[in-house]
C-alpha cells in the first residue's frame, strides 16, 4: 500500500518567514495530493490540493509543487503569520471506485510561526 | 463546501460500554469515511461506509468493534463497541461532496475511556 514520509515533525519561524514542509510517497499511482491543516481541537481543513497533472499550485501565501519522477511534494508558506501556526498533513491518494480518493497520510508537521 | 455535523464532539466513557457516534452532512454525498487519530498522531482510515451495504473496512478494524450504518447519502453512524482505554481518541467523520471530487472532514469527537 501507499505510505507516505512527511519532514519536519515541528517547524517554528519567525512571523514573515516562509516555511516548507516536505513529503515523499512509495506508489507511482497516487495522482492526488491534499494538504490539510488542523488546529488545536478542530478537524483537518483542506488548504490546497495538487494532481497529478500540475507540477505547482499557488492560491495566495500557499503553494504547493509536485514532483512525479522523484515522489515528493512540498508546501510552501510566505510571509507566515501566527494564525499559520497549526498542524499540517500532507497526504497522497488514489482514485477509487465511485469517485472518491482513498487518502494516506503523513505524520503531520506542528508549525509555530513566532511573533 | 459540505457542513459536516458529528455529534457528540466529546464524551467520557467508561471500560466495557459502547458509544455511538452521527455524522451528518448538509448536502449529498458520494462517500463518507470514518478515521481514527489517536494523541499527537496522523489520521487512520477505519472504514468506508457505505450507502445501503456493509461498509468496507481497512486492515486492522473488524465490524464487531466498529460498527458502520449509512442509512443514506446524507446520514452515518459509527460505533465504538466494548471500549477499552486503547480506544480514547478522536473520531473523524468524512466525506467526498458531489460537486468537487475534495474530502472534507468533521470537527471531530474526542472519546476518553476510563
Known amino acids: 500500500g501507499e505510505n507516505v514520509e512527511q519532514h519536519p515533525s515541528t517547524l517554528s519561524v519567525q512571523e514573515g518567514d516562509s516555511a516548507v514542509i516536505k513529503c515523499t510517497y512509495s506508489d507511482s499511482a497516487s495522482n492526488y495530493f491534499p494538504w490539510y491543516k488542523q488546529e488545536l481541537g478542530k478537524g483537518p481543513q483542506l488548504i490546497i490540493d495538487?494532481?497529478?497533472?500540475?507540477g505547482e499550485k499557488k492560491d495566495q501565501r500557499i503553494a504547493v509543487t509536485l514532483n512525479k519522477t522523484a515522489k515528493h511534494f512540498s508546501l510552501h508558506i510566505t510571509e507566515t503569520q501566527p494564525e499559520d501556526s497549526a498542524v499540517y498533513f500532507c497526504a497522497a491518494s488514489i482514485r477509487v471506485r465511485g469517485g472518491g480518493n482513498k487518502l494516506t497520510f503523513g505524520t503531520g508537521t506542528q508549525l509555530k510561526v513566532e511573533l | 463546501s459540505a457542513v459536516i455535523s458529528q455529534k457528540p464532539s466529546r464524551d467520557i466513557c467508561q471500560r466495557g460500554t459502547s458509544l455511538t457516534i452521527q455524522c451528518q452532512v448538509d448536502?449529498?454525498?458520494?462517500?463518507m469515511f470514518w478515521y481514527r487519530q489517536q494523541p499527537g498522531q496522523s489520521l487512520t482510515l477505519i472504514a468506508t461506509a457505505n450507502q445501503g451495504s456493509e461498509a468496507t473496512y481497512e486492515s486492522g478494524f473488524v465490524i464487531d468493534k466498529f460498527p458502520i450504518s449509512r442509512p443514506n447519502l446524507t446520514f452515518s453512524t459509527l460505533t465504538v463497541s466494548n471500549m477499552s482505554p486503547e480506544d480514547s481518541s478522536i473520531y473523524l467523520c468524512?466525506?467526498?461532496?458531489?460537486?468537487?471530487?475534495?474530502?472534507?472532514f468533521g470537527a471531530g469527537t474526542r472519546l476518553s475511556v476510563l
Open positions: 495538487i494532481r497529478s497533472n500540475v
Open positions: 468524512s466525506v467526498v461532496g458531489i460537486a468537487k471530487n475534495i474530502q472534507y
Open positions: 448536502s449529498q454525498v458520494t462517500m
